[in-house]
């Protein structure tokens, strides 16, 4: 009997030193994963408390937990609304991150812990929101349809999909009939995600229009000036066809979940990525060319606080897109592939923007006939442009021609981002159709069927 009860005690004791152990182990040297898990959690939480206003909780559990990997459901989080902060961790312990609201610059995550580098980036000011008595773009007054065919379609639960947050339509440069989900209106700001490539790629247009870059350009980094990397262009990064290595699968860690959460500064380490394809030959989807792409038009600004206010001052403002946020690495290198707020109608002013070959208001603010660069596909692509724009909509990436063939113009294009965020322009029908919302690509959904009944029912 005493020997079984020392045999217990042993066992026991065991147990609790593995047990000891594993937690030492995770607390001092927690494996990539549950950094990446921490990173992403305190990172999404962050902006969409002090961005968006969102309640702290709901979006753990709505926006991280529900669709991602099993392992968010593990995180815990602490909001510090006087400091701004917000930290995450497995269990709230283990692994844990921690993010940075940074006012107009939204929040940042510091994967090395050490806030003072966050705190040392200058934050541009944001400005006054524009008239609310004006219609729309102008102001923020809408003069809605009342065609029961248009509320049909977007009152239609298949058509918006599960987890609509917004749907903004435009037809001839108005906002026609506009949808919202539980818990959110037109005042939300609603993360693009891929669709901030788009508008990178407008800034690097409006670097571009003002002398400081050029589309030959060459050389891009010092480091690749030694070796085949020198011949990569500006125009090949902008078509994803820089044959650059990055991998960008977000299943567990790969180059781009490392490159988001794990690293300070994010394009230093898409940079360091060997030459794999040749040059100008070969599409890549890549997050990290969008994040170089930023840190080269920043470059090219050459003043650091200028660079910082330049999407503003040359974009936003100009367009009255005053809900916008574009965030930053930990170095201060904004975040071109995929971190940009915007409302619903914000985002739709960008659409139009486009629809309108880069004039607002009678001012140029790309280049001539840059828009028109933009759209066309990618030497290396049929479905992906030159300006870093979809020809097809989502599902249909590699499918050449799927629009037309689902009844859209042939004129169709897109922005897309994860998990179904889309904006269409169809400048044949002088129509901006945005999409925003919760809804994971394992469901399925495709916002080509409600945009063919919108351009059918808006005829």
Known sequence: MQIGLRRVKWLLGLAVLAAAALAAWLYLAPPELIRVGSGY??????????????????????????PGHPLLRLMRIFVDKEQGTVSAGLFGVFGKSVAVARGSLGCTLVPDGDTTTVEAVARPALTPAPPLDALW?????????????????????????????AVVVVKNGRIVAERYGSGFSEKTPLLGWSMTKSVNAAIVGTVVKAGKMAMTNQGLFGPWKADDRATISLADMMAMSSGLEFNEDYGDVADVTRMLYLEPDMARFAASKPLTGEVGKMFSYSSGTAVMLSRLWQDAIGDKDKALAWPRVALFEPLGMQSAVFEVDENGTFV????????????????????????????????????????????????YSRGQ??????????????????GLPGDTYWMEGHDGQTVAIIPSEQLVVVRLGLTPAKLGYRP??????????LQ
Do not use: H
Request: net charge negative; glycine share 10%.
């Open 41 to 66: 959690t305190a990172k999404i939480v962050c902006s969409n408390v002090f961005i968006a206003g969102r309640d702290a909780n709901e979006v753990l559990t709505v926006d991280v937990q529900a």
């Open 448 to 457: 080509q069927t409600m945009l063919a009944a919108l351009v059918k029912a």
């Open 389 to 406: 724009l979809w020809i097809e909509g989502p599902g249909d990436e590699e499918s050449p021609g799927a629009g037309i063939a689902a």
């Open 137 to 165: 773009p102008d102001g923020d007054r809408v003069d809605a349809s009342q065609d029961p065919e248009i509320a049909d379609i977007l009152d239609d639960a298949a058509l918006a999909g599960t987890g609509m947050r």
């Open 336 to 383: 071109g592939s995929s971190y940009l707020y915007a409302t619903a109608r914000d985002w739709a002013r960008f659409g139009q923007f486009l629809l309108q070959d880069g004039i607002w208001k009678s001012q140029e603010i790309l280049p001539t006939g840059f828009v028109g660069w933009m759209r066309e596909a990618a030497p290396a692509s049929k479905v």
